[in-house]
């Protein structure tokens, strides 16, 4: 069995994913990561040493079972397991079709339900194993037309402790919710263009600046680290305050 930190990230070509599969494989983990994106994976594994890149479906049963079995070939455990893939359909909830939102249900949910079930044999042999979900500050407030979205961030905060009470105490399960982060510097090159950020943007926040990925993952490194050996079924807000924040009509 490896001695290496084995990490598993899903949705780990673009944004947030994409940090975390940097931020960890520059700490010296071996980071395993699936996205369906062939060429923002392949960007990423070119790299990022120590990252290894699968192609496939986080919906898909048959993806994620290939997925946790070539890791256990590899490596024979798993550590950490890092749900992070998500997509959004911002239409209105009258304008929404039925495929829309199972499509974000199927990405967002359902393949947390997948990672979990096919990777806990796998953590199970880890060390101080722990399962951590990306959720967001729309599990607990709301944008127009974001329905979908929202029920499948707030199913994952349900998940998170649903886990940690079936799993704990050998596997403890958390969740990050990130608020505003600004993710254009770490998409693929082919589509990256800066976004134009402006001095009200980061006025809104009350640590007065948006967000970037690098935030995410050093709050998802804690979680998933033995210090935070007493912390299971939490949810960490990332969010720069914005949530706490009162909002008046001026």
Do not use: C
């Not at 049963?61 to 070939?73: A, G, L, P, R």
């Not at 495929?99 to 249900?105: F, S």
């Not at 729309?138 to 349900?158: F, Q």
């Not at 886990?163 to 254009?184: E, H, M, Q």
């Amino acid at each position: 069995m490896s001695h290496t930190r084995v990490i598993a990230v899903t949705g780990g070509g673009q944004g947030i994913g994409r940090a975390l599969v940097q931020h960890f494989a520059g700490e010296g983990a071996r980071v395993y990561f699936l996205d369906v994106d062939e060429e923002a994976g392949r960007e990423v594994e070119g790299e990022v040493r120590r990252s290894v890149f699968t192609r496939g479906d986080v919906s898909r049963e048959s993806d994620v079972y290939k997925w946790m079995e070539s890791i256990k070939q590899k490596e024979g455990k798993l550590d950490t397991l890092i749900h992070n893939a998500g997509i959004m359909i911002r239409r209105s909830v009258e304008e929404l079709s039925l495929e829309e939102w199972n499509r974000v249900l199927d990405i967002n949910l359902t393949g947390a339900f997948l990672t979990a079930k096919y990777g806990v044999p796998l953590l199970r042999k880890g060390d101080h194993p722990s399962i951590l979900h990306i959720a967001s500050t729309r599990a607990l407030m709301s944008e127009a037309d974001t329905e979908s979205y929202s029920a499948t961030k707030g199913g994952l905060l349900a998940l998170t402790h649903a886990l940690a009470i079936s799993l704990g105490p050998a596997i403890r399960v958390n969740a990050v919710s990130p608020g505003w982060i600004d993710v254009t510097p770490w998409q693929k090159r082919s589509v990256r263009e800066p976004e134009e950020l402006t001095e009200q943007d980061h006025r809104q926040h009350p640590v007065g600046r948006v967000g970037n990925p690098e935030d995410i993952a050093k709050a998802v490194r804690f979680l998933t680290s033995p210090d935070a050996d007493f912390i299971t079924g939490a949810n960490l807000v990332v969010d720069g305050g914005m949530t706490v924040k009162m909002i008046y009509a001026e």
